[in-house]
């Protein structure tokens, strides 16, 4: 058995949203990280690549739409899952959201049972997805 435990990057512009969803996470045994924006974002990428992102959509300068299709066209992050959230409930920014390139989207506020469940299964899908490449 492994010691190893998954990373997870918060990235959202609102401290308290990111110090719940780490507070959240490491309860659950993952490594956090955060970033405050995009470019932050994208440095933290570049030095420690995630295994996951939880981001939000609305954020100032470049939104959490264009950083995903950023990440999802960049073949050194195109398999790290993406869930955003984001308190617009319409369709067309789920939508907006999934054509980005993420996996998941949630609404906030989130229930924390959901979003744990929901990160869950994205690693172990990606978990699986690493296996496979590795034995090609």
Same mark, same amino acid.
């Given at each position: 058995?492994?010691?190893?435990?998954?990373?997870?990057?918060? $990235?959202?512009? +609102? +401290?308290?949203?990111?110090?719940?969803?780490?507070?959240?996470?490491?309860?659950?045994?993952?490594?956090?990280? &955060?970033? $405050? @924006?995009?470019? +932050?974002?994208?440095?933290?990428?570049?030095?420690?690549?995630?295994?996951?992102?939880? %981001?939000?959509?609305?954020?100032?300068?470049?939104?959490?739409?264009?950083? &995903?299709?950023?990440?999802?066209?960049?073949?050194?992050?195109?398999?790290?899952?993406?869930?955003?959230?984001?308190?617009?409930?319409?369709?067309? &920014?789920?939508?907006?959201? %999934?054509?980005? @390139?993420? +996996?998941?989207?949630?609404?906030?506020?989130?229930?924390?049972?959901?979003?744990?469940?929901?990160?869950?299964?994205?690693?172990?899908?990606?978990?699986? &997805?690493?296996?496979?490449?590795?034995?090609?």
């Amino acid at each position: 058995m492994t010691d190893y435990a998954p990373t997870v990057l918060v $990235v959202d512009d +609102e +401290e308290y949203n990111r110090k719940l969803l780490e507070l959240l996470l490491r309860a659950e045994g993952y490594f956090t990280h &955060s970033a $405050v @924006g995009a470019a +932050e974002a994208r440095a933290v990428i570049a030095t420690t690549p995630p295994d996951l992102i939880l %981001l939000d959509v609305m954020m100032p300068g470049m939104d959490g739409y264009q950083l &995903s299709t950023i990440l999802k066209s960049d073949p050194l992050t195109l398999h790290i899952p993406i869930i955003m959230l984001t308190a617009q409930l319409d369709r067309d &920014s789920r939508l907006a959201g %999934l054509k980005a @390139g993420a +996996e998941e989207f949630l609404t906030k506020p989130f229930e924390a049972a959901e979003l744990r469940l929901r990160v869950r299964n994205l690693l172990r899908l990606k978990t699986y &997805s690493d296996f496979l490449q590795k034995s090609q």
